[in-house]
């Protein structure tokens, strides 16, 4: 009887690990951290596309070599990223978003470092999304997600 217990409490806490090491990379998980950071500027919601999701799978597994930030050249606005620490979706994300103290509104511009990852995350337009991520055979993890249809326009603002 005790011996069952004690099985019964493994078995809750390798589930538990399971679902903890498997959060934050849902095609929920992308579309919803998504979302949040594009209503904080009143852009409205995004979607998962399956057509974008598989392009952005197989790209992240051809990367799996390398780990290469080299962008794909695909019809797709697309966001790349590495790191190393099991780097997940929301992770990702944030990394894309901290660029947004760069982004000025008023010149439409990128001031003092890069914006355009961000520009990307809250582009109006872009209603559609796909995210892929592999981990390389350097331990590290590549997490690209592309954006249908593509931002970053020359001359149109995000938003
Ligand atoms: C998904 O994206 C593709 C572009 O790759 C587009 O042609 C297709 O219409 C989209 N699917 C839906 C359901 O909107």
Redesign the pocket.
Known sequence: MRFNNFLIVICFIFLTLALILQAQNSHQDYVNAHNAIRAHVGVGPITW????AA?TQNYADQRRGDCDLDHSMG??GENLVEGYGNLNGVDALKMWVSEKPNYDYASNSCVSDECLHYTQVVWRKST?LGCGRVECHNGWWFVICSY?PPGNIEGERPY
């Not at 596309?49 to 974008?52: D, E, H, M, Q, R």
């Open positions: 596309n399956y057509t974008v392009y019809p797709y559609q249908y």
